[in-house]
T-cell receptor, first 109, second 114 residues
Framework: KNEVEQSPQNLTAQEGEFITINCSYS?????LHWLQQHPGGGIVSLFM???GKKKHGRLIATINIQEKHSSLHITASHPRDSAVYIC???????????FGKGTKLSVKP | KAGVTQTPRYLIKTRGQQVTLSCSPI?????VSWYQQTPGQGLQFLFE???????NKGNFPGRFSGRQFSNSRSEMNVSTLELGDSALYLC?????????????FGPGTRLTVT
């Protein structure tokens, strides 16, 4: 069993739809990262959160430490949101991350 | 602030050769982590350097090595290249380490081994 599981693996949405991507993990963590990777390969950090909820524009991330689960929501999705979204956790106190397999999102106009 | 830079961006090597990749972190960041991304295995942690010391290492063979300089710039080296080493190599910098601080990723070096 992978230590970080994401669902769904692929997601196609129409522009304007509300999107939810889920991440479950099995290790104890101090924080969880949501990352975005565009087709060119570059990775952008969207959120790092250790409790509750964070919001940046149309993106919302939530985490439930007790249930070891996090969700990334995109409101009013747009074609430019098309990317791979990756959940990652640091299993220890140092610098490594364990990654989920990613969710490939395609938003159609 | 300038972002994380990686050089070169693209590289083609043949089996058996060695390669050195470079990463310059954001100014003031002391932690540099390296990751390998392949279609089959996804993103995997290679190693992390903090203040010129390797602090953590992933499950990769000894052909993969790295170092960090006093200005926090880091290099990784892969010796005796194999076809399976073809991948996107990403580095990320953070103030201290990913568990407590946001990581900032470079654009990556795409290595092709033929």
């Amino acid at each position: 069993k992978n230590e970080v599981e994401q669902s769904p693996q692929n997601l196609t949405a129409q522009e304007g739809e509300f999107i939810t991507i889920n991440c479950s993990y099995s290790v104890g963590i101090s924080a969880l990262h949501w990352l975005q990777q565009h087709p060119g390969g570059g990775i952008v950090s969207l959120f790092m959160l250790s409790s509750g909820k964070k919001k940046h524009g149309r993106l919302i991330a939530t985490i439930n430490i007790q249930e070891k689960h996090s969700s990334l929501h995109i409101t009013a999705s747009h074609p430019r949101d098309s990317a791979v979204y990756i959940c990652a956790v640091p299993p220890g106190s140092q610098g490594n991350l364990i990654f989920g397999k990613g969710t490939k999102l395609s938003v159609k106009p | 602030k300038a972002g994380v830079t990686q050089t070169p961006r693209y590289l083609i090597k043949t089996r058996g050769q060695q390669v050195t990749l470079s990463c310059s972190p954001i100014s003031g960041h002391r932690s540099v982590s390296w990751y390998q991304q392949t279609p089959g295995q996804g993103l995997q942690f290679l190693f992390e350097y903090f203040s010129e010391t390797q602090r953590n290492k992933g499950n990769f063979p000894g052909r993969f090595s790295g170092r960090q300089f006093s200005n926090s710039r880091s290099e990784m080296n892969v010796s005796t290249l194999e076809l399976g080493d073809s991948a996107l190599y990403l580095c990320a910098s953070s103030l201290v380490g990913s568990s407590s601080y946001e990581q900032y990723f470079g654009p990556g070096t795409r290595l092709t081994v033929t």
